[in-house]
């Protein structure tokens, strides 16, 4: 699973995501929303959703679009303990 995080920038390159570090601040928090760039593929975010869905939390994927072409979108993840 290799996901990415959203663009702060449009020239710029997407972050990688840790898991380790995502689930860390699932667990601190409590209650989280990540934004995941638009390169990743929705297998990958299926899995990630399996991942914490099988550890008991709630877990809620989406399609945010902020622009009006069909590439400017990025898919929001809230994740609930």
């Given amino acids: 699973m290799d996901l990415k995080f959203a663009r702060t920038d449009i020239d710029t390159k ?4 840790d ?5 860390a601040s699932v667990e601190k928090e409590g209650s989280v929303i990540f934004y995941f760039d638009r390169e990743n593929s929705h297998k990958d975010l299926l899995e990630l ?6 550890k008991g939390k709630s877990f809620y994927l989406s399609e945010v679009k902020f622009g009006l072409s069909d590439n400017e ?7 609930i303990s």
């Fill in 19 to 23: 898991l380790e570090k995502i689930e």
């Fill in 14 to 17: 997407p972050k990688k995501a």
């Fill in 73 to 79: 979108y990025m898919y929001q993840v809230h994740i």
């Fill in 49 to 54: 959703q399996d991942y914490f869905e099988e």
